[in-house]
């Protein structure tokens, strides 16, 4: 193939990114992906922000880590400051998938406490990646006072980070099951279950916490 051949295909490409039709978009973010060209990371970055099919953005993610990360790191940085919720979520999933632990400062509190609940797993699972050795057990302080948020899906996703954190979120679970919200003492009783069986459901796991708290033996967890 010609340099100006794979040219127009990665401009035609890009440009059915706007394509009504979510499969021509999804194809369009494979090719992106499969001829990497640097001139469009700015482009790429800016669709996850907007693109509104899930498994498109999923593509968009793949065809960014297809590039170099020190083009696209800066790039999925200054979406963290977006007002677009959409825009930090996705850029928080990308980063995650790069791996690249120069994007640990981004990960800022406010991130990992941002009030929309996407954007705020996002980061939970992101920080857990990135997280420097020894930097463990501040993070795991901060996910801690996150404990009894939301609905089900938010909650398992901060379980399962904390529950990556291994041994040193065992005393924060363990001061959070004498928290006054029964919300946050059946979440850390739960949390506290799968770190010792990974295997056990999160469903099981919250309802036999929510037990444990009706009867107020909520204290008397070992």
Known sequence: ???QKQDTDVIRAFRQ???????????????????PDPRFIGELVARCAIEPEFYVRDMLTWALTRHPAS??????LKELRSERAQAR???LHTLSK??????WPAITRELLSDADDEVARSAW?????????????????VL???LGRGGRETQLSLSRALVALGEVIVPMLRAAVTDPDPRVRAHAIATERLLRDPEAG??????EAKRVVALGGAGKEE
Do not use: N
């Open 125 to 141: 699972r992101t920080a857990v990646v990135l997280v420097p050795e020894g930097e463990e057990h501040g993070l795991a302080a």
């Open 71 to 76: 083009m696209t790191v800066p790039e999925l």
């Open 89 to 91: 979520s996705q850029a």
């Open 144 to 146: 801690s006072g996150q």
């Open 17 to 35: 990114l706007e394509d009504g039709r979510p499969s021509v978009r999804l194809r369009a973010a494979m090719a992106l992906g499969t001829a």
């Open 1 to 3: 193939m010609t340099m």
């Open 202 to 207: 999160f469903e099981f796991a919250i309802e």
């Open 98 to 103: 790069i791996g690249d632990r120069r994007a």
